[in-house]
């Protein structure tokens, strides 16, 4: 199995949770599931684009010339007055454009003779200061398509168009099963032969990155039963995560303990470093994903697979991080055979072009390589040896940046 076949079997078992109402302020992070048609055409009416005064044109055609402000229209108040030769009326940025109005000019570009009386020295273009109404976007046109993940100035682009309730995908409900007998979650001294539980709060974090709903962190002990309860007690969960266990070792009990419980064994192993030995299947209509316990594996299987997952579940259309060329500012030993997941630093050179290193050594234990990296860099599996200056695929890690 490769990693594009894992994804595609993993993506024809999911299923699209159903959407739900909630408050537009609320939906950062979200899957809209509806296309936003604005109410109303953007901007609204015809509008000044700048502080000055409204005058017909006929009024421009010889300068300077001075005219009698008859009114004044702050934004939101309508205008009443109509315009007339001779006279003009003093108007706000967003100041609605009265009627027989020619052009707005700026009030820069005037002097105020007395309380009454402007002089004009300049014409501005006709419609140069005016703001159209629809300019932006037209009444009823759809503003925001369906399978979009929300960002801020989706937020405002919603409420622009009149809402303030959206439909979204329900998040996935997400339990998390974190094993190994040596994990040890408590403050103070780590006692002899123990480490320090990575996958608990970091696999949680990934979760809520992708805005799923972490239900339940559970860290089981290495044994039947540990596992199982741990297993049994997740059952409701839309996904189950699993760290550790999944491998050939004498203790890895994940996998007999699934299919004791009812799994359907999807897949085992994927031909991938780090994470080869992921498991992936259902147990009735929960997805499991046995992720191998290294911190590094389990936390580039998560993005890998997991995240595009969550995202597929509640109706996002683009699920994958898209890749991007770089070239390499090192060359990076790799037999042929498994697809590699580099953990590496992507930096945009004077001209544009990415060039990208990797973090140092990859073992997948050294959690430091990817804690420093902003990017995957994604080596197929016949490629071997890849030299400096040669172009590879990089697809940016979602919390970092390119430098
Ligand atoms: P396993 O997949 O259970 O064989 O674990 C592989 C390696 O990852 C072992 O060295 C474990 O100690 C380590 N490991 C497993 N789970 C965690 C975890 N939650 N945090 C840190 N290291 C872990
Ligand atoms: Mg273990």
């Known amino acids: 199995m490769t990693p594009s ?171 998390l099963i974190v094993t190994g007998d040596e994990l040890y979650s408590e403050i103070g001294a780590l006692p002899p032969a123990r480490i320090r539980d990575t ?27 540990s596992i199982s309860d741990a297993i049994i007690n997740s059952r409701d969960a839309d996904v189950i995560v699993m760290s550790g266990g999944v491998s050939v070792g004498e203790y890895d009990f994940v996998k007999g303990v699934l299919l004791e419980l009812g799994f359907e064994e999807v897949f085992w192993r994927v031909r991938q470093r780090p994470g080869g030995p992921m498991l992936f299947g259902m147990l009735e209509s929960t997805l499991v994903f046995g992720l191998p316990g290294n911190p590094v594996s389990a936390s ?31 060359s990076i030993q790799k037999k042929s055979g498994l697809h590699h997941f580099v953990r590496g630093i992507a930096e945009s050179q004077e001209d544009g072009a990415l060039i990208v290193h990797t973090t140092g050594p990859q073992a997948s234990n050294l959690y430091s390589s990817l804690q420093h990296a902003n990017c995957l860099i994604h080596l197929e599996e016949d490629v071997i040896n890849p030299s400096k200056g040669d172009p590879v695929l990089v697809s940016r890690l979602p919390w970092a940046m390119f430098e």
């Open 199 to 225: 996958n608990g709060p970091g696999l949680s974090a990934q979760i809520m990155e992708v805005n799923g709903n972490v239900i339940g962190s559970i860290t089981a002990r290495d044994n039947k039963n």
């Open 5 to 175: 076949q894992a994804l595609q079997i993993i993506h024809s078992k999911t299923p699209l949770l159903p959407k739900v109402e909630i408050t537009l302020i609320s939906a950062l992070g979200r899957v809209l599931r509806e296309d936003i048609r604005t109410r109303e055409q953007i901007p609204p009416f015809d509008n000044s684009a700048m502080d000055g005064f409204a005058v017909i044109s006929d009024d421009l055609e010889l300068l300077p010339n001075d005219l009698a402000i008859i009114d004044e229209i702050p934004a939101g108040k309508v205008p009443e007055i109509p315009l007339e030769s001779g006279k003009c009326i003093r108007i706000m940025t967003g100041g609605q454009i009265p009627i027989n109005t020619g052009a707005v000019v700026p009030v820069e570009w005037t002097t105020q003779i007395n309380d009454t009386i402007i002089r004009i020295h300049q014409k501005p273009e006709e419609t140069t200061f005016i703001r159209r109404a629809s300019q932006d976007v037209r009444e009823k046109d759809i503003v925001v398509n369906s399978g979009i993940r929300i960002t801020p100035p989706i937020i405002g682009m919603i409420a622009t168009a009149g809402y303030q309730k959206v439909m979204v995908g329900r998040v996935p409900d997400v339990a």
């Open 300 to 330: 580039v299987c998560f993005q890998q697979y997991v995240r595009p997952t969550l995202l597929k579940l509640m109706g996002g259309h683009q699920i994958h991080s898209p890749k991007y060329k770089a070239y390499l500012a090192e």
